[in-house]
T-cell receptor, first 110, second 116 residues
Framework: GQNIDQPTEMTATEGAIVQINCTYQ??????LFWYQQHAGEAPTFLSY????GLEEKGRFSSFLSRSKGYSYLLLKELQMKDSASYLC???????????FGQGTELSVKP | SQTIHQWPATLVQPVGSPLSLECTVE??????LYWYRQAAGRGLQLLFY??????ISSEVPQNLSASRPQDRQFILSSKKLLLSDSGFYLC???????????????FGPGTRLTVL
């Protein structure tokens, strides 16, 4: 399997910074997506990393290390609306199929 | 711009009844299409994917089937629903080749199915 490993739950305070880590199997790896899913809703695309390094997009940044099989999603200036599940989704050489894990349930508290 | 539609939004069906969920995509041609199911508190499970009309790949054995009668239409069906079929069903599409070689998937609003 793809052995996606990310924390099940995290809690953070409004206005703070939180980092959600993810490790995955590197064999056949092409790139990595991060999706956000609010309860009862469909996932929405956040980012896609192919090359090593940090990609910043507003309050959200995503980092990738291909050699280490490691990625993280960094959320700055947390808002209550950021409470959601964050899904680390690696892409492998499987004709475009994505493997979704359970994700990290982030709770932002006042 | 591209949009993806799913209906119905919610559905309550008795055990043993048939099922038909429909998904359509607008604003793109020859997309890859996917059906996922998400049980309560669980991750997304890929059920079927299709790279073209009439081409369906099944990921897990089950009592569900999928069909793609038109380029932008994807249908999920069952002849007899089981209790375990309850869940949140999501249709998604991706470009044949996404940006930077990736294939980001865009999801429809989902159908919440309860089998009683």
């Amino acid at each position: 399997g793809q052995n996606i490993d990310q924390p099940t739950e995290m809690t953070a305070t409004e206005g703070a910074i939180v980092q959600i880590n993810c490790t995955y199997q590197t064999s056949g790896f092409n790139g990595l997506f991060w999706y956000q899913q609010h309860a009862g809703e469909a996932p929405t695309f956040l980012s896609y990393n192919v090359l090593d390094g940090l990609e910043e997009k507003g309050r959200f940044s995503s980092f990738l290390s291909r050699s280490k099989g490691y990625s993280y999603l960094l959320l700055k200036e947390l808002q209550m609306k950021d409470s959601a599940s964050y899904l680390c989704v690696p892409l492998y050489n499987q004709g475009g199929k994505l493997i979704f894990g359970q994700g990290t349930e982030l709770s932002v508290k006042p | 711009s591209q949009t993806i539609h799913q209906w119905p939004a919610t559905l309550v069906q008795p055990v043993g009844s048939p099922l038909s969920l429909e998904c359509t995509v607008e604003g793109t041609s020859n997309p890859n299409l996917y059906w996922y199911r998400q049980a309560a508190g669980r991750g997304l499970q890929l059920l079927f994917y299709s790279v073209g009309i009439g081409q369906i790949s099944s990921e897990v054995p089950q009592n569900l089937s999928a069909s793609r009668p038109q380029d932008r239409q994807f249908i999920l069906s069952s002849k007899k629903l089981l209790l375990s079929d309850s869940g949140f069903y999501l249709c998604a599409w991706s470009p044949l080749k996404g940006t930077r070689g990736g294939s980001e998937q865009f999801f429809g609003p989902g159908t919440r199915l309860t089998v009683l």
